[in-house]
């Protein structure tokens, strides 16, 4: 296999690379860890089959053609390892560096890549450096994946998309169908759902994913609505909790509460979850930054019905992340019991 790079940033990057060639080259299958953002990761493989159609529906989906990929994501995780076997089967000069807050800040201002995949968390942090911001409309392709979009990020981009010729995408996907089965421009609402990809639900809504060509069948956790070819994204079976009998969306009140927040210009980061309880079986609780604490607004849970306003609010100074980029729930609730224990 021909694999051309441009200089890496380090020997520890370099000797992990030669590694995954390795694997590549010497096996009908690659070993991934899941992100874990509300479960604990788990090794799973991957054919190369199945690899191969991802990337090639990626490839025409966004319209790629040649290519030079800044790869700045964890190539430990599906959203940075799928850049690379992209790079790999269709020859693409690419960069490997540091995955960091802002990545941007680490290459020239007149730099020549043409695509990059960043999580939200990265964009955010680019957003707020002009500098970073110039760099980023020099791509001609930039991907969003491996977490939902908060709606003030997204009004962000739509409003940078006014100044430059870049496409932004945002992907849904996971790690067993290999990266994305479905993208959606900015701006838009729901996810178009790939050619070759076939989509259903269940009795209990969950998305269920079918890919012949790579012989994959997959049933979800995901709770979605299905309407002209597009998804719609209605949480996770496991972000519905029974607190005394009441069943709760937590995807649906962090929403509501996301957008009360922007539409009052507020800046509030934030998540919703779950712990147990005595009573309740469950209990909803409100987890926020420090110091963001001086702009909660106690109105806020107004929007709320009785039985949805969270038991308990705490403080942290940061949130655990996964790999990929996404808030480890699970992980900063545990942590948040370990300190207070």
């Known amino acids: 296999m021909i694999c051309h790079s441009f200089p890496l940033a380090d020997s520890e990057i370099e000797s992990d690379l030669l590694q995954l060639i390795n694997e590549w080259n010497l096996n009908e299958s690659i070993s991934i860890s899941t992100s874990g953002s509300t479960g604990k990761p788990a090794e799973i493989k991957l054919k190369k ?39 790999f089967l269709f020859q693409w000069p690419f960069c ?9 800040k680490a290459i020239a201002m007149n730099h020549d890549f043409t695509f990059v995949s960043l ?8 957003l707020e450096n002009e500098s970073s911001v110039e760099k980023l409309k020099q791509f001609k392709t930039v991907l969003i994946g491996g977490a939902a979009i908060p709606e003030k990020l997204e009004a962000q981009i739509v409003q940078i998309t006014h100044s430059c010729k870049t496409t932004f995408f945002h992907s849904y996907g996971m790690t067993e169908t290999a990266s994305h089965i479905a993208i959606r421009n900015i701006g838009e609402d729901g996810f178009k759902i790939l050619s070759g990809v076939h989509c259903s639900t269940n009795e209990n809504s969950q998305l269920m994913i079918s890919i012949p060509e790579a012989d994959i069948q997959i049933i979800t956790n995901d709770l979605v609505k299905l309407h002209d070819g597009r998804i719609y994204l209605n949480g996770r079976v496991d972000e519905v909790i029974n607190s ?31 712990q147990s309880d005595e009573k309740l079986g469950e209990r909803l609780i409100f987890v926020g930054l420090n110091r963001d604490k001086s702009n909660c607004k106690k109105e806020s849970f107004l929007i709320f019905d009785k039985f949805e ?11 655990e992340m996964t790999e990929s980029g996404k808030i480890d729930k699970r992980r900063t609730v545990e942590k948040l019991v370990e300190i207070r224990g």
Request: proline share 4%.
């Open 244 to 274: 005394g009998g009441v069943k709760l969306n937590i995807k649906d009140l962090e929403t509501r509460l996301e957008k009360w927040h922007v539409e009052n210009n507020i800046n509030l980061r934030f998540f919703l979850w779950k």
């Open 49 to 87: 089959r199945l690899i191969e159609w991802s990337a090639t529906a990626t490839k025409k989906a966004l319209n790629l053609a040649e290519e030079k990929t800044l790869i700045c994501i964890s190539t430990n995780k599906i959203g940075g390892r799928m850049m690379l076997y992209r790079s």
């Open 309 to 319: 306003i969270p038991k308990n609010t705490y403080w942290v100074n940061d949130f």
């Open 96 to 104: 490997i560096i540091e995955p960091m807050a802002d990545p941007l």
């Open 119 to 126: 999580v939200p968390y990265q964009l955010s942090t680019i």
